[in-house]
């Protein structure tokens, strides 16, 4: 069982960036891949970037936000990062962590365990 808390979210101008963080309960992190999620206002949810669990050797990002965000973990502080750079107006959105036991995440599922998101809104 994974209790997720984001943080870091905020308003920030287009082409800036912002450092999003997701803490995590348990001793048990590192086996759990992480993912980033964003939803819009009449958006459905969609999938921004993964991590693999253990040592996070493999990642993935939506097209979108290639070359723009990194996600990373810090398993000795059961934390999981997305670094957003050069932020646009369409990147507007509440941004969720989710986790899965010994796997990366794609597709948001009801079965994995989410956080509550952290707003983030990129002005003009």
């Known amino acids: 069982q994974v209790q997720l808390v984001e943080s870091g979210g905020g308003l920030v101008q287009a082409g800036g960036s912002l450092r999003l963080s997701c803490a995590a309960s348990g001793r048990t992190f590192s086996s759990y891949g992480m993912g980033w999620f964003r939803q819009a206002p009449g958006k459905e949810r969609e999938f921004v970037a993964t991590?693999?669990?253990?040592?996070?050797?493999?990642?993935s990002y939506a097209d979108s936000v290639k070359g723009r965000f990194t996600i990373s973990r810090d398993n000795t502080k059961n934390t999981v990062y997305l670094q957003m750079n050069s932020l646009k107006p369409e990147d507007t959105a509440v941004y969720l962590c989710a986790a899965r036991y010994d796997m990366p995440l794609f597709t948001a599922s009801e079965s994995y365990y989410w956080g509550q998101g952290t707003q983030v809104t990129v002005s003009s």
């Open positions: 991590i693999s669990a253990r040592g996070g050797d493999y990642r």
